[in-house]
């Protein structure tokens, strides 16, 4: 790998890490998902440091060169992402609806509570 892209690659890394460290700071991005992007950038690291380690995983998936190696790491992380971040949707989509259900019983019951009193 040539010096400029190897300096390039790290320190893109290297601001990937302070952002996600700031984001952390700053609370507008959770510990339980700073892990994956602190991944990423290890590993970007590691791949641009050890590029031995990048062919032999190149000719091991059959690609011919090292960055359609990259492009599909890169293309399978996005869709590794997505499908995480599809699910925790999905989750939570079923979480506000049953709040919302149970927001309408307890709202209901408010108002009838006071016709009972009356009655009482």
């Known amino acids: 790998m040539?010096?400029?892209q190897k300096i390039f690659a790290i320190s893109i890394s290297i601001v990937l890490f302070i952002i996600i460290v700031d984001l952390v700071r700053r609370r507008k991005l959770?510990?339980?998902?700073?892990?994956?992007?602190?991944?990423?950038?290890?590993?970007v690291i590691l791949l641009a440091t050890w590029y031995?380690?990048?062919k032999v995983i190149t000719e091991t998936i059959g690609a011919v060169?090292?960055?359609?190696t990259l492009f599909l790491f890169s293309l399978i992380?996005?869709?590794?992402?997505?499908?995480?971040?599809?699910?925790?949707i999905s989750s939570l989509h079923g979480q506000v609806k049953d709040l919302a259900q149970d927001m309408a019983i307890l709202r209901t019951e408010i108002q009838r509570r006071p016709e009972k009193a009356r009655e009482g």
Request: hydrophobic share 50%.
């Open 2 to 4: 040539p010096f400029q």
């Open 30 to 43: 959770r510990e339980e998902y700073s892990w994956i992007w602190l991944l990423t950038g290890v590993l």
């Open 52 to 54: 031995d380690l990048l």
């Open 65 to 68: 060169l090292p960055t359609t």
């Open 77 to 88: 992380f996005l869709m590794v992402i997505n499908l995480y971040y599809a699910t925790k």
